[in-house]
């Protein structure tokens, strides 16, 4: 879709991003500001993702959330002011959304993600989902924007941990190298450093088979020690969502706790993947709303958006994890291609 389009950019435009244009130049900026963005889910995660795609100036964002704010989620999303709990939390974002950026135009939907026709989801350009752990849903809504060429974007954080999963079809982009050639001044040779403009290509994979991956086929088999824990803490959490229609609650900690570590066996013996594989201790870290990490993994989803939107540089392919069993560290793996 984004290849389509083009957007003039106005002089107030060409000020405000004028640091932006210098990094990435006056035609990324141009498909930026050409794209029309869809969140779902005003958590915590999604409030990070909507500041930082805002500030990045694009055309339009639609936050959409038929949920209430909660005490939770004053904490963890700073665009819903504390006296809006009990208020939909896609409305209570939009005014401290709007400020960030004057140029972008923001919007809010109230309805349920779930009860959305395919046809709702061609009118984006990037559907970025936030707050949905139902894997029936989500690879429906992603195998809708991959048939319309949409770029597609879940991801989620709870506690301690967060991840991201990206579906670009078949993206092009391109990438700078450096390269130096000669040239004769006043007879002499001398070297001169540029930069060479590459087009490439990169296919990616849906999210139903990026989760469906038969670890016992050799090809996988061979790769599960360098796999992150992530992955199968994500799958756990899609798992417990499948059979309680609800996330780990810090108030229900100890006994949710207890249903974590029963789904881990089931699900890793269903898969054939040794037990060790996942740390018992991930069961203490999925709980709430960590504002740290929604920072970490908003901003990673952001930059991937922009990454992709701009056609600049090769983006993820096709899972980000972050989890302090790993050293806090964000680890990028493709899985399922």
Request: with cysteine.
């Amino acid at each position: 879709m984004l290849d389509h389009k083009s957007q003039a950019i106005t002089e107030d435009e060409a000020a405000l991003y004028d640091r932006q244009i210098r990094l990435w130049g006056l035609d990324a900026q141009k498909r930026l500001r050409a794209s029309s963005v869809l969140v779902c889910g005003l958590c915590g995660l999604g409030a990070e993702v909507t500041k930082n795609l805002v500030l990045a100036g694009v055309k339009s964002i639609t936050l959409m959330d038929h949920q209430n704010v909660t005490e939770l989620d004053v904490v963890a999303n700073f665009l819903a002011p504390s006296d809006s709990v009990g208020s939909n939390i896609a409305e209570a974002s939009v005014v401290r959304a709007q400020n960030l950026n004057p140029m972008v135009q923001v919007t809010a939907l109230t309805e349920d993600l779930a009860t959305q026709p395919d046809t709702f989801f061609s009118t984006f350009d990037v559907v970025v989902i936030t707050r949905c752990s139902d894997k029936d849903l989500l690879i429906k809504i992603n195998d809708v924007c991959r048939s319309n060429n949409s770029l597609f974007y879940a991801g989620g954080v709870h506690g301690l941990f967060g991840y991201m999963f990206a579906d670009l079809n078949q993206h092009n982009y391109i990438e700078e190298q450096k390269e130096t050639t000669e040239v004769e001044v006043n007879g002499e040779k001398q070297k001169v450093e540029g930069v060479k403009m590459n087009k490439k290509s990169e296919s990616f994979v849906s999210l139903s088979a990026g989760l469906e991956v038969d670890w016992t086929n050799n090809k996988y088999a061979s790769r599960l020690k360098r796999i992150s824990s992530g992955y199968f803490i994500m799958q756990v959490l899609l798992e417990f969502y499948a059979l309680h229609k609800r996330m780990p609650a810090p108030s229900s900690r100890e006994a949710d706790r207890f249903e974590l570590l029963t789904v881990k066996h089931a699900l890793l013996t269903k898969m054939e993947v040794p037990q060790e594989k996942l740390n018992d201790q991930f069961a203490d870290l999925v709980f709430g709303q960590v504002s740290p990490v929604c920072a970490i993994v908003g901003g990673e989803v952001a930059a991937e958006v922009i990454k992709a939107v701009s056609k600049k540089d090769l983006p993820h392919n096709n899972f980000f994890f972050f989890s302090t069993l790993e050293d806090g560290a964000g680890v990028v793996q493709c899985i399922g291609a």
